[in-house]
């Protein structure tokens, strides 16, 4: 049965069924490690790229103005990265995962991360494991993550760069899972993700000299030394 089987959990995702054994074959410091490298990495390579198309650019480019509005609802919502077009996509964001998980059981295991489904063909997974939870409380947790980290960040690139962060976080996320741990059967959540465009988005403050975008990479450091602790 899938509870049977090796798994392998992200910094936020909790399950009950899940035994304390799978630590013991891996250590926490090697654990810690791989999350560091993978969004230490990502973030470094995005904040890089993105910073030295800024040196080219009026000081007054370098990020996206917040529209300016008069106090009121509107104005809450351009304050929390959720007005207009923003909070559309926001929303689409967060029905996806929902949906899929009012799907029931059978959609998760179709679109898991499964090594031996892989093998066979289905790369879908790659993408899709990402999307699917193993139930209410960690979608809940990952959903929180998610509308935390928009507001924060949202508009410190343009839509189209944050696709690119999450599809470099995605494919570094598989590539570890696939190479460096060939014994882990299948994998959910969209934890892994998260932690990426945290550090981008973090990294993304800082080179503007922000003090948030610092204190904002020392706790992502501290919540991993944490978690893998």
Known sequence: TAAGRPMMMTPTMISMSVKPAWRARRPAAR??????ICVGALGSCVTAVH??????????????AIPRVSAGPRAILTSLNCDGSMGVALLGCLALPWALYLGGPAVTAALRYDRAAIRQGEWWRLLS???????????????????LLWMLYARE??????LLVAACATAAIDAGLWWRDPQLQW?????GLLHGVWAAGALLQALRADPLGWAMVWLLALKLLVDCS
Do not use: F, I, T
């Open 129 to 147: 494991a990402h999307w699917v939870h193993l139930g209410a409380r960690h979608l809940l947790l990952n959903c929180a993550g998610l509308c």
């Open 187 to 191: 994998y959910v959540g969209l934890s």
């Open 51 to 64: 910073d030295s198309k800024c040196l080219s650019r009026p000081a007054k480019m370098q990020r996206r």
């Open 157 to 162: 690139l343009r839509p189209a760069r944050w």
């Open 31 to 36: 654990e810690c490690l791989y999350w560091v």
